[in-house]
């Protein structure tokens, strides 16, 4: 008979945290380093989409496990409607959305609230052309960001045999700033309460 033993077993410390794996892009860059070594490029990282009629908290909870902080939303055909984030959600835009003309307080509440109703539309996107990349470098996309107002910047191609344009990646000010050590002020010029209402309605 073979000697095998069972190991002995201890309650876990109450200080338990998950082991993460390093970021690539955690890594520190400079300025000059081509633009192109930070992009997520959805040829090699899955673009993560979410259906248009979530509900604001769940699809929240949906980023936290993704370790992302920006979805594109899409409808049951998989057509792109917008991109919503994880600052769309916890800002000020679900409360905006309970004052407007298309939501009474009295009727909905929060948890009424969907990724449609503070969602981004495309339309209202600035997106920056694939074919620019080679030539820039991260503070060129750092100086693209300022005054932008967001914190992602979608990067688009023409793919020429497919016809129209696919996402080919995404830059985060996040990452930036995290690789560059620096801060990235990306707030819009101030609007007026009605300014923003109008664009949620």
Not at 56 to 83: C, E
Not at 101 to 128: A, F, G, K, Y
């Amino acid at each position: 008979m073979d000697n095998y033993s069972p190991l002995s077993l201890s309650k876990p410390n109450s200080d338990l945290h998950l082991i993460r794996i390093p970021d690539q892009n955690t890594r520190r860059l400079s300025p000059d380093t081509p633009a192109i070594e930070l992009l997520t490029d959805f040829n090699r990282t899955p673009a993560i989409s979410v259906l248009a009629t979530t509900q604001i908290d769940k699809a929240l909870n949906q980023m936290i496990y993704s370790s992302v902080r920006l979805f594109f939303v899409v409808d049951r055909d998989f057509n792109i409607l917008g991109s919503i984030t994880s600052y769309d959600i916890q800002g000020e835009k679900p409360m905006l959305f309970l004052q407007s003309r298309d939501c009474n307080l009295d009727s909905c509440s929060r948890e009424d609230v969907t990724v449609q109703d503070i969602m981004t539309p495309v339309n209202h996107w600035l997106v920056l052309d694939y074919r620019l990349l080679p030539y820039a470098s991260l503070g060129d996309i750092v100086e693209t960001f300022k005054g932008l107002g967001q914190r992602h910047l979608v990067v688009v191609e023409n793919p020429g045999h497919q016809g129209g344009q696919i996402i080919r990646g995404l830059f985060s000010a996040t990452v930036l700033e995290r690789t560059l050590g620096i801060q990235i002020d990306t707030s819009e010029p101030a609007k007026s309460f009605a300014e923003i209402q109008h664009a949620l309605v």
